[in-house]
């Protein structure tokens, strides 16, 4: 083989590509949206596949959000939790940002007053869970008998392993993902296991209508991302994030407990594994 044509080919085909992309994305004359273009639909697929990404689905055609999010930590004051999982009669241990509430085989873990891990270590098996439906209905029964709301929970993605199912709900909100907002579950034997919870509430809701990037212009920047290769995109959808360490906080970003959720293109692929790409 001719490696010099070869690589001349290569390089041709490159720019090429990069022509064709630059066209659609920055052409003046054409009156169609980005999203629009199946054309352009094709040809992400093919750069993606580079790296052995797969697309499965639709990509969103969705130019402008809506919405201006400001979103607060759920408080997580031990009393509380105390109160709701073992009726007051828990016992408290704290060392600096962590407390422990246990009580018998059951143990709940705070840490930095944002995240919650509770652990049941107990023998005890419950009524039969053969399905990933039935695993859902548990975990949300778990959550309604402990005084949680559940009508912002939404499975986001689920597994039936050798340890049981495993299940992530996100925050939802008119059908977009809150990020970083989530509720995961281990299921073993008809009983929680494990369950682990870090959640936002809407504290303001405004509306707005500005435009952002394209999902199909984002979603190249995978190529570049090497926990992306050789996985299958699921889910391509709009959603909303919040990153204290991007708040106009005076203290440690730590600390910050409210602050603007952020427009994203949040990216799902087959193994669970999710990529927010900004807008800006």
């Given amino acids: 083989m001719d490696w010099s044509k070869a690589k001349t080919i290569l390089i041709v085909a490159l720019i090429f590509t990069n022509l064709f992309l630059a066209a659609f994305f920055y052409g003046k004359n054409d009156t169609k949206t980005l999203s629009a273009s199946p054309e352009l639909k094709e040809e992400v697929e093919k750069i993606l596949m580079r790296k052995d990404i797969k697309l499965e689905g639709a990509i969103p055609e969705l130019t402008t959000s809506r919405l201006n999010l400001i979103v607060e930590y759920e408080n997580m004051i031990a009393e509380d939790l105390n109160r709701k999982f073992f009726d007051s009669q828990g016992i408290l241990e704290s060392a600096s940002a962590l407390t422990e509430i246990y009580k018998g085989d059951e143990s709940i873990v705070i840490i930095n007053d944002k995240l919650i891990i509770y652990e049941n270590e107990t023998k005890a098996i419950g009524p039969g869970v053969s ?113 204290p360490e991007k708040q106009e906080y005076l203290g440690e970003y730590q600390q910050a407990m409210e602050g603007n959720a952020v427009p994203a293109w949040r990216v799902q692929f087959d193994d669970g594994y999710v990529v927010l790409l900004e807008l800006d």
């Fill in 131 to 243: 399905s990933i439906e039935s695993a859902v209905n548990l975990a949300l029964r778990f959550m309604e008998g402990r005084g949680y709301k559940t009508d912002d929970m939404k499975i986001s993605f689920s597994q039936d392993t050798e340890e049981g199912f495993y299940l992530v709900f996100t925050k939802n909100l008119d059908d977009l993902y809150i990020e970083h907002s989530f509720t995961t579950f281990r299921i073993k034997d008809g009983e929680v296991r494990k369950m682990e919870r870090t959640w936002l509430n809407i504290k303001e809701i405004k509306d707005t209508n500005y435009s952002i990037i394209s999902a199909q212009k984002r979603i190249l920047e995978l190529i570049s991302m090497e926990d992306t290769f050789g996985k299958t995109i699921t889910d391509i959808s709009l959603s909303y994030y919040f990153d």
